[in-house]
């Protein structure tokens, strides 16, 4: 029992200055005004605003495109507005792999001629995606968040599982 008690206050204390140390990457992320660009890229993930705020952009005049990452099988909020009229173009694609690699790589194929990209995805996600996106495509990228309210749970999966994919990424070729 002695033992157990310095080893739980040392996990305790390493974890929160794990959760301190990565709060401006994963709570605080840099993120961008959107700015007049070639396209507006949806990350794929949770239908947490996303979509909406991508469209919306568009429908602003902020891009003439957007790309919808849809690895979804049978979503119907991704069917109806990869199939929906806008005034603008709207390019659904199955990203390959099935991950934000992959999205970085369709992005590098999208916009071969391209200068500036506003990329939406939520706030845990924002600083691994510019770091992956920016290994596959040269030119400027804008992140912007539709910000969606995460419970602490949530947080703490976040924060887990976008450590383990800023150490898959550091592998990662594009």
């Known amino acids: 029992m002695r033992r157990i008690l310095p080893t739980t206050g040392a996990l305790l204390l390493v974890a ?17 005004a959107a700015q007049v660009a070639d396209a507006i890229l949806v990350l794929g993930g949770a239908h947490d605003g996303r979509e909406e ?5 568009a429908a602003e005049g902020y891009a003439p495109r957007v790309l ?3 690895p979804y099988e049978h979503s119907p909020m991704v069917n109806r507005i990869c199939h929906g009229g806008y005034s603008f ?3 659904c694609f199955d990203p390959d792999p099935r991950t ?19 990329v939406v995805t939520f706030t845990p996600h924002i600083s691994r995606a510019r770091y992956i996106i920016g290994k596959c495509w ?3 990228l804008l992140f912007v968040d539709p910000r ?9 999966w976040d924060y887990a599982y ?3 994919g800023y150490v898959k990424a550091w592998f990662a070729d594009c």
């Open 148 to 156: 969606p309210h995460l419970s602490p749970v949530r947080w703490a």
């Open 53 to 57: 705020l991508g469209l919306r952009l």
């Open 100 to 118: 934000t690699l992959g999205e970085g790589r369709a992005l590098a194929r999208f916009g071969a001629d391209w200068d500036r990209v506003i």
């Open 68 to 70: 919808v990452s849809n």
């Open 16 to 32: 929160l200055v794990a959760v301190i140390a990565l709060w401006p990457v994963y709570v605080r992320p840099r993120t961008d």
């Open 162 to 164: 976008q450590s383990a």
């Open 89 to 91: 173009e709207v390019i």
């Open 138 to 140: 040269d030119g400027e």
